[in-house]
């Protein structure tokens, strides 16, 4: 019976403590020195951290003139975006974009489809 009880108060307890905050809303309660500190290295990683562009999307795979003529056309169609040729013996390729993550990729990727049908993204290489 004791036992019962203890669970009831623990109940009421909980279901109050909840009822106190807005619904949906997360308070956060930190000094302002840690908020100075996280501002500080947010500033730093924008200046001072790399940007690791670990994905590409190959547009060719063949012949140096078919990988010189996609290079060509994937420059006049995509002014903005980067393209470069790799030789792989025998074959050339044609390399374009540098995507720091999959998502960014695959959006990519359904556009130059539209021109390069046969294009896929590239995995980044493991290290």
């Given at each position: 019976?004791?036992?019962?009880?203890?669970?009831?108060?623990?109940?009421?307890?909980?279901?109050?403590m909840?009822?106190?905050?807005?619904?949906?809303?997360?308070?956060?309660?930190?000094?302002?020195?840690?908020?100075?500190?996280?501002?500080?290295?947010i500033?730093?990683?924008?200046?001072?951290?790399?940007?690791?562009?670990?994905?590409?999307?190959?547009?060719f795979?063949?012949?140096?003139?078919?990988?010189?003529?996609?290079?060509?056309?994937?420059?006049?169609?995509?002014?903005?975006?980067?393209?470069?040729?790799?030789?792989?013996?025998?074959?050339?390729?044609?390399?374009?974009?540098?995507?720091?993550?999959?998502?960014?990729?695959?959006?990519?990727?359904?556009?130059?489809?539209?021109?390069?049908?046969?294009?896929?993204?590239?995995?980044?290489?493991?290290?």
């Open positions: 019976m004791s036992k019962n009880i203890i669970v009831i108060i623990f109940l009421f307890q909980f279901s109050y909840f009822s106190q905050t807005d619904e949906g809303k997360i308070y956060v309660d930190s000094s302002p020195q840690i908020e100075k500190l996280i501002a500080k290295k500033e730093y990683n924008k200046t001072h951290i790399p940007v690791q562009a670990n994905y590409k999307i190959q547009i795979y063949g012949s140096e003139n078919g990988a010189i003529r996609n290079q060509n056309k994937f420059r006049e169609l995509f002014p903005g975006t980067s393209c470069s040729l790799e030789y792989d013996s025998p074959n050339w390729k044609v390399k374009v974009g540098y995507y720091k993550t999959r998502l960014e990729a695959d959006k990519h990727l359904y556009e130059i489809r539209l021109t390069f049908g046969d294009a896929i993204v590239l995995e980044p290489k493991k290290q």
